[in-house]
Nanobody
Framework: QVQLVESGGGLVQAGGSLRLSCAAS????????MVWFRQGPGKDREFVAG????????YYTDSVKDRFTISRDNAKNTVSLQMNSLKPEDTAVYYC???????????????WGKGTLVTVSS
């Protein structure tokens, strides 16, 4: 069992930065790939970035490449999302999720956090 709690959301101006964190409970955190999703107003929940259990591989959706960086610290049971050059279209609730499998689709996640709101003003 893994419980996930996100933090770090807030209001930021366009061009600014935020760092989201996800704290995980459970001894098996390092066995899971970790993924960030987001859901904007009136939109479906979408994949943002993922990182393998070891941290050796990361993947980003095109719209955040070169702006966002996902990282993890297995010793501290945390995964982070550094978000730079934020745009109004990045406004969304950001969710941390964990999967024991190899697919990073929304349907494949085993555990979800409750989300943290990021609002980017223009």
């Amino acid at each position: 069992q893994v419980q996930l709690v996100e933090s770090g959301g807030g209001l930021v101006q366009a061009g600014g930065s935020l760092r989201l964190s996800c704290a995980a409970s459970g001894r098996t955190f390092s066995s899971y790939a970790m993924v960030w999703f987001r859901q904007g107003p009136g939109k479906d929940r979408e994949f943002v970035a993922g990182i393998t259990w070891s941290g050796g591989y990361t993947y980003y959706t095109d719209s955040v490449k070169d702006r966002f960086t996902i990282s993890r610290d297995n010793a501290k049971n945390t995964v982070s999302l550094q978000m730079n050059s934020l745009k109004p279209e990045d406004t969304a609730v950001y969710y941390c999720a964990a999967t024991y499998g190899s697919s990073w689709s929304r349907q494949s996640m085993d555990y979800w956090g409750k989300g943290t709101l990021v609002t980017v003003s223009s």
